[in-house]
């Protein structure tokens, strides 16, 4: 399905018809699971959580705007917001259910992987490129698996505060990098 | 966005990205409800960081998720009770697939962290998908095409001033979400470079306005007008061009022939549009539109 027909959907949606809702459920429920499984790690966590980005969905439809964003993401952004304030606020998710670090992204990387990257990605990605390599994966742990500053902590074994200024700091210069 | 100092940013650019508390996702939730410059921040955040979405693996969550979303947004059940006493219940409505069987989370493998590389993040990527049952490369695309142009540049060249194509499309929306035709016009003027690409889906006959040249003179507005043949005069689809990127359905009250034999054309107008639903200026860019993707 192409942003336009997502676009269009949504547009619908705003309006009750829930045939289109149906349609974009369908079209994006996958993506948005992943996307808070990998946060929640849990399956029954994880369909709780889509269920109301759903419902929030249906109910703020009419505010989404396309000049600010792309369909996907405005719905991405939803569902991961739920997933982290359920993790949040559920403190006894417990640090053993870490997953391995994901490694990042400093080097050029090759062609072809590039190819499958959108040009917004691969700036992106090249910002984050810039920093030291610990706060690179600090970034993307923290953007992928949801994981709080103490989480990262302890996978760093570094004080919650020093994480808390690399986040910080990190994040300023990724906004000066893309020029936000 | 000036008033915000830096400790306001990075504790926007630390919402979206998740690492808050949960006392200070409150606090940020707090200020968004009061201050529209800083959701704005916040948002330009999400979206920023959203993008790295696209290389999170889709998994397939249960059938029964989407049953307990209709009920919660109060959707009436679409079938009617059959009259057979002993009928067996009726089919649910076009369900989502099944889900994989115990859709497993699928973890990246863990690497030694001194050869982290971005070919690894994408090697690893290419292995959620494989497993996954939808590829990201869906949203991949989809968030190429919004940044790009929705359709391909190479497209525009050739594309100009082909021979209106009438398609009769027979609008019968399908019930499991199946690509429909896609129509392109490309608004422009005398074969000069294009000011606007109009999309519209056949099926739905929503029509969405690229704007990829022409910015209106200050005081004035665009406003795209369909003309057809078959109307006495031209009827307007309101103002387009205020933003890269506009999404009406005003469409769905002409028929699908008018649609695809009309002229659409841009006239130059008062800001806000034409006051009285006539234009008011000759056409300044104008195209016909030809199918870009087929109906499958």
Redesign the interface.
């Known amino acids: 399905?192409?942003?336009?027909?997502?676009?269009?959907l949504i547009?619908?949606v705003a309006k009750g018809d829930?045939?289109a809702?149906?349609?974009l459920?369908?079209?994006t429920?996958?993506?948005l699971?992943?996307?808070v499984?990998?946060?929640l790690?849990r399956?029954d966590l994880?369909?709780e959580v889509?269920?109301e980005a759903?419902?929030k969905i249906?109910?703020s439809a009419g505010q989404f705007n396309?000049?600010?964003?792309?369909?996907?993401?405005?719905m991405?952004?939803i569902a991961?917001?739920r997933a982290?304030?359920v993790v949040?606020?559920r403190t006894e998710v417990s640090i053993e259910e870490e997953?391995?670090?994901?490694?990042?992204?400093?080097?050029?990387?090759?062609p072809l992987?590039?190819r499958?990257?959108?040009?917004?990605?691969k700036r992106?990605?090249e910002c984050v490129?810039r920093l030291e390599?610990d706060r690179?994966?600090l970034?993307?742990l923290?953007?992928?698996n949801?994981?709080?500053?103490e989480q990262?902590a302890a996978k760093f074994e570094t004080p919650v505060n020093t994480v808390k200024t690399w986040?910080?700091r990190s994040?300023?210069d990724?906004?000066e990098c893309?020029g936000? | 966005m000036m008033a915000h100092s830096e400790d306001d940013i990075a504790l926007a650019a630390e919402y979206a990205l998740g690492t808050l508390d949960a006392d200070e996702r409150a606090q940020v939730e707090t200020m968004m409800s009061r201050d529209k410059d800083f959701t704005a921040i916040v948002a330009a955040w999400e979206y920023k960081l959203g993008i790295l979405n696209q290389m999170v693996g889709s998994i397939e969550p249960p059938a029964e998720v989407w049953d307990k979303i209709k009920t919660a947004v109060g959707h009436a059940e679409p079938q009617p009770p059959l009259l057979l006493p002993d009928a067996a219940p009726p089919p649910p409505p076009p369900p989502p697939p099944p889900p994989p069987a115990a859709a497993a989370v699928v973890e990246p493998a863990a690497a030694p962290a001194d050869t982290s590389n971005v070919i690894r993040l994408s090697a690893q990527a290419r292995r959620w998908r494989r497993v996954a049952t939808f590829t990201t490369a869906i949203a991949a695309a989809l968030v190429a095409m919004i940044a790009v142009g929705v359709y391909q540049p190479d497209l525009l060249p050739d594309a100009i001033r082909p021979k209106p194509r009438v398609q009769v499309v027979e609008v019968k929306p399908p019930a499991v979400p199946a690509p429909s035709a896609q129509y392109v016009a490309v608004l422009q003027k005398d074969g000069g470079s294009p000011a606007f690409i109009l999309t519209v889906d056949a099926a739905t006959k929503n029509f969405t306005v690229r704007k990829v040249g022409a910015a209106a003179e200050p005081g004035k507005s665009f406003e795209l007008w369909l003309i057809s043949d078959k109307l006495p005069r031209p009827r307007s689809l309101g103002v387009i061009g205020g933003a890269d990127f506009t999404a009406r359905p005003v469409l769905s009250s002409y028929d699908t022939d008018t649609i695809n034999t009309a002229t659409y054309a841009v006239t130059v107008e008062q800001a806000g549009g034409s006051p009285d639903g006539n234009p008011h200026s000759a056409p300044v860019f104008t195209g016909k539109l030809i199918e870009s993707v087929p109906s499958r």
């Open positions: 399905m192409t942003p336009a027909e997502l676009v269009w547009a619908a829930e045939a809702f149906e349609r459920y369908v079209a429920r996958a993506k699971f992943g996307v499984l990998r946060i790690r399956q994880a369909e889509i269920q759903y419902v249906w109910n396309p000049s600010l964003s792309s369909p996907i993401t405005w991405a952004s991961r917001n982290i304030d949040r606020k997953p391995a670090a994901m490694e990042v992204a400093a080097d050029t990387p090759d992987a590039r499958e990257m959108t040009e917004e990605l992106l990605l490129g390599p690179q994966k970034v993307l923290a953007y992928y949801g994981w709080s500053r990262l986040l910080r994040m300023l990724i906004r893309l936000l």
